[in-house]
């Protein structure tokens, strides 16, 4: 009987109730459990990790929803598309792929804006561009390379606008131009070129503009125009060849357009009277 009275006495108060601690431990995990399953149903991305297709999201005003919805998402996303959301914003390292399941690019956000190195390729899987972000803008080296692997351009990004020297090639690995950038505007002396290795043309920029005496090649290396441009218009005397050599016009330029006399030569170097005259404001106005 003394046996029988201790075991009943571990589990019951001396009136005979049930022991109090136990209880309360009982009604503290009733409410946890109860809050859980409040926040699943409220938040189930959130609660459950959910995954989603790549296609089963819209983006609207810069957030990422799943479709007929209107809380934006939080998972992870796999398919064209792969990587993570959090409040509808990208978050770390992501990949996307084109649909012949070639990788197309790969880098990370951060809050939703690139951020660090990011790398583009071609449909063939040739790296095509590599560079850096800060804060969604592009900061930092930038090289791009044509389909066949070879290098296509070279310059530097600051705060998301070229910034100093710049240089592009042509897909043979010719020169096609080099100059500088300021906050994102061509700078200073530019020089293009053929395909072929031959100059194209060379002048300055200012302020994003042509500025100050240019000349003009054809691929022969045959001189093709000379003249002068003014906040980025021809203004001044110019002058055009053919190809053999042969005037083709010559006269002045204001504010970008033909204003005084000007005389137009077909290529066996007779006048061509549609274009021999004075001009104002770019029109014809006497022979």
């Excluded at 040739?126 to 310059?155: A, C, F, I, M």
């Excluded at 125009?225 to 906040?231: A, C, D, E, L, R």
């Amino acid at each position: 009987m003394e046996r029988d009275i201790t075991k009943k006495t571990e589990s019951t108060s001396l009136f005979g109730l049930p022991n109090i601690p136990i209880l309360c431990n009982l009604l503290f995990m009733s409410r946890i459990l109860t809050s859980l399953i409040f926040v699943v149903l409220l938040f189930p991305p959130l609660a459950l990790g959910e995954t989603v297709k790549w296609n089963d999201l819209v983006e609207t005003d810069g957030l990422y929803y799943k479709k007929f919805t209107e809380v934006p998402f939080s998972g992870t996303v796999t398919g064209r598309g792969q990587g993570k959301i959090k409040d509808g914003k990208k978050v770390g390292a992501w990949v996307r792929y084109y649909y012949n399941e070639k990788l197309s690019s790969k880098g990370k956000y951060n809050n939703g804006k690139r951020d660090g190195s990011w790398f583009n390729y071609s449909k063939n899987g040739q790296l095509r561009w590599k560079g850096t972000y800060k804060d969604g803008k592009g900061d930092g080296p930038s090289v791009g390379y044509h389909k066949n692997g070879q290098l296509e351009s070279k310059g530097t990004f600051k705060n998301g606008k070229w910034e100093g020297p710049y240089v592009r090639y042509h897909q043979n690995g010719k020169l096609m131009w080099k100059g500088t950038y300021k906050n994102g505007k061509q700078e200073g002396p530019w020089v293009d070129y053929w395909n072929n290795g031959q100059l194209k043309g060379k002048g300055n920029y200012k302020d994003g503009k042509r500025e100050g005496p240019w000349v003009m090649y054809y691929k022969n290396g045959g001189l093709g125009m000379k003249g002068t441009y003014k906040n980025g218009k021809k203004d001044g005397p110019w002058i055009g060849y053919y190809e053999n050599g042969q005037v083709m016009e010559k006269g002045i330029y204001k504010n970008g357009k033909k204003d005084g006399p000007w005389v137009g030569y077909w290529n066996n170097g007779t006048v061509w009277v549609t274009y021999t005259g004075t001009f104002k404001n770019g029109k014809k106005i006497s022979d």
